[in-house]
Nanobody, 123 residues
Framework: QVQLVESGGGLVQAGGSLRLSCAASGRTFENYGMGWFRQAPGKERVFVAAITRGGRTYYQDSVKGRFTISRDNAKNTLYLQMNSLKPEDTAVYYC?????????????????WGQGTQVTVSS
């Protein structure tokens, strides 16, 4: 069992920055791939970024160059640094665990999810 707790969301003006954190329980955090997804009102949950256990990163095209995913295995924590935020980034952001590999941008690949943290970007 893995428990995930996100934090760091909030209200920010367009062009601003936020850093999301995801604290994970368990002693095998370093063995898992991790991901960030987001869900805007009335829309499906979509992939944002992923990081493998080896540190390789992947991003949705719309956030490349603006968002950075990283992990601190010593702290069992996943991060998402979000810069140059836009109103279209407004969503609930979820972190997730991928224990067994697979297609990193598919939500079905991930088997544990946090409760989400709201990010609102005003224009």
């Amino acid at each position: 069992q893995v428990q995930l707790v996100e934090s760091g969301g909030g209200l920010v003006q367009a062009g601003g920055s936020l850093r999301l954190s995801c604290a994970a329980s368990g002693r095998t955090f370093e063995n898992y791939g991790m991901g960030w997804f987001r869900q805007a009102p009335g829309k499906e949950r979509v992939f944002v970024a992923a990081i493998t256990r080896g540190g390789r990163t992947y991003y949705q095209d719309s956030v490349k160059g603006r968002f950075t995913i990283s992990r601190d295995n010593a702290k069992n924590t996943l991060y998402l640094q979000m810069n140059s935020l836009k109103p279209e980034d407004t969503a609930v952001y979820y972190c997730s665990v991928n224990r067994y590999g697979g297609t990193y941008y598919r939500s079905g690949t991930y088997d544990y999810w946090g409760q989400g943290t709201q990010v609102t970007v005003s224009s």
